[in-house]
């Protein structure tokens, strides 16, 4: 299968993106995308929250983690990106919380709705 048939039946490649609070995930994603806007923020019920609303209720509690809120930007909207807000920082509860969400997404029917890559 060619590369635009793929693209065709997934539409949105779904990629979790883990690493350190505050270490640069998502500008490290406007880099890759050359663009300096702020991604789009949706929460997990598919509703666009403010970026400061959606950091403010998971970043600013270290440890806490919703990894379901969904990262996309408008310059390339063939990407939904998950961020683990500093998922090394938290102990065993939120590794599992982690672990939960990969499982979550590899049980989905919908190719849409699983996990891509993790980065």
Same mark, same amino acid.
């Given at each position: 299968?060619?590369? $635009?048939?793929?693209?065709?039946?997934?539409?949105?490649?779904?990629?979790?993106?883990?690493?350190?609070? &505050?270490?640069?995930? %998502? %500008?490290?994603? +406007?880099?890759?995308?050359?663009? !300096?806007?702020?991604?789009?923020?949706? &929460?997990?019920?598919?509703?666009?929250?403010?970026? $400061?609303?959606?950091?403010?209720? %998971?970043?600013? +509690? !270290?440890?806490?983690?919703?990894?379901?809120?969904?990262?996309?930007?408008?310059? &390339?909207?063939? *990407?939904?990106?998950?961020?683990? +807000?500093?998922?090394?920082?938290?102990?065993?509860?939120? *590794?599992?919380?982690?672990?939960?969400?990969?499982?979550?997404?590899?049980?989905?029917?919908?190719? %849409? &709705? +699983?996990?891509?890559?993790?980065?």
């Amino acid at each position: 299968m060619d590369s $635009s048939r793929i693209r065709e039946k997934i539409g949105c490649f779904r990629i979790l993106v883990i690493g350190r609070a &505050n270490a640069g995930k %998502t %500008t490290i994603l +406007q880099r890759v995308y050359n663009t !300096r806007d702020n991604p789009k923020i949706y &929460n997990s019920a598919g509703n666009r929250c403010a970026l $400061s609303r959606c950091h403010e209720l %998971t970043s600013s +509690q !270290r440890g806490l983690h919703d990894i379901e809120i969904e990262m996309v930007f408008k310059s &390339n909207l063939g *990407f939904i990106f998950h961020d683990s +807000q500093g998922f090394e920082a938290g102990g065993a509860d939120e *590794f599992e919380k982690v672990k939960a969400f990969i499982m979550s997404c590899s049980k989905e029917i919908k190719i %849409t &709705n +699983q996990l891509h890559a993790i980065w």
